[in-house]
């Protein structure tokens, strides 16, 4: 690991200023990538900015029709939420089965919806309720919010906040998790909030988390499994590794968006 | 460097260290608690895992300074060096949980956590389940999923010695 100085700011705006002051400076979440990934020299940021001394970002809130998860709230604490756990489910329940238990203690949401991988779970629930993320400077809906592998919206000295997620009447999440690591191979969460439904698949493609809008459109008929028996997406787009081929995957997100949908329903 | 101040099983200890210093490298170079173990040193195996503030994580995934001031529980602070050991190490040697006993460690830290979370009464799947991220290499997990169903059974009433 290269050499780095820490820095514990107090404040939102401190740790923004960091970023702005100090050169290669990133920030630090729970760490459960950033660590391994410094670990292997794949980052060596000169200045590590710890956000855990940074108060009132964590907690779970309802706030009218909507759920606002601090940034730095872990998994354990999204799984474990009784207000979550009534009001979105299928959130918990996504939450629960990221990696394994010593990660949900200090992984938390900010820090996986920032880093945006293609395989997380959090970038499926995030699109997939149309949940808006809040930062120091603006709102930034999810469908803005992802750009690609490992590429977000946010700019430099911008700092998530907290995440909002809109109650729905439906949703599930379902995943075919990888056998060694527990990211998904292949995750479609699906939601219907009134009229609007989304189908949104993580793992599978090889610009990061996307929506399916032919299996949406089909849903808009009738919710049901049924109604997208047949369907498929073309595997011209799939990521395709060891793990699974391109046509393995778009296999998958037929099957898994059916039987989320079966979950929802 | 950067001073450190932590609580390492009941006892209050001090560090000045590199800032890239591990949890786990601090717990097995600095104070010599090497019953903690490094395995993968990516996060997946558990070897690593000891109690901060009373949860299980993976000490090979935390620096140091990220967690000044907090409890440690490590493997080495669940007996009295001459007294019996804790239920669930008991339990472990019982029902044989371990072969080489490398991952042991954290297996049992990961155990007592388990127990903590989800109560006394632990059936297979949420034991195989809540393991996902404890590897052992030698056996298999039969016997270890037996010693924790019988260690967290045996762990009611238990009083912690410290922290």
Known sequence: ?265 | MTAVALTVNGKAVTGDVDPRTLLVQFLRENLRLTGTHVGCDTSQCGACVVHVNGKAIKSCTVFVWQIEGANITTIEGLAEPNGPLHPMQEAFREHHGLQCGYCTPGMIMTAIDMVNRKGHELDDPTIRHELEGNLCRCTGYHNIVKAIAAGAKAMKGHVQVQS
């Open chain 1, 1 to 265: 690991m290269y050499a780095f100085t820490q820095h514990r700011p107090a404040t939102v705006r401190q740790a923004a200023s960091l970023l702005t002051k100090q050169e290669e400076a990133k920030l630090l979440a729970g760490g459960h990538t950033l660590i391994p990934t410094m670990k292997l020299r794949l980052a060596g940021p000169k200045h590590l900015v710890d956000l855990s001394k940074v108060e009132g970002l964590s907690g779970i809130e309802m706030k009218g029709r909507s759920l606002v998860v601090g940034a730095m709230t872990t998994h354990v604490e999204v799984e474990t939420s009784p207000i979550m756990k009534e009001s979105i489910p299928a959130l918990a329940g996504l939450a629960g089965k990221i990696g394994d238990p010593a990660v949900r203690h200090r992984g938390t949401i900010g820090g996986s919806i920032a880093n945006n991988d293609p395989n997380a779970d959090y970038p499926a629930a995030v699109l997939g309720l149309g949940a808006t993320i809040i930062t120091n400077k603006r709102r930034i809906h999810a469908d803005e919010f992802f750009k690609g592998l490992f590429e977000t919206a946010l700019e430099d000295d911008e700092i998530i906040t907290k995440v909002q997620f809109p109650k729905v009447n439906k949703a599930a999440y379902v995943k075919f998790p990888n056998p060694a690591s527990r990211y998904a191979l292949v995750g479609v969460f699906v939601s219907k909030r009134s009229s609007e439904i989304r189908v949104v698949v993580t793992g599978a493609g090889a610009n990061g988390v996307f929506r399916v809008t032919t299996f949406e459109e089909a849903l808009k008929k009738r919710f049901g499994p049924k109604s997208i028996e047949g369907l498929t997406v073309p595997a011209d787009g799939m990521a395709s590794d060891i793990h699974g081929s391109a046509e393995y995957r778009a296999h998958l997100v037929g099957v898994l968006a059916r039987r989320a949908v079966a979950a929802a329903a």
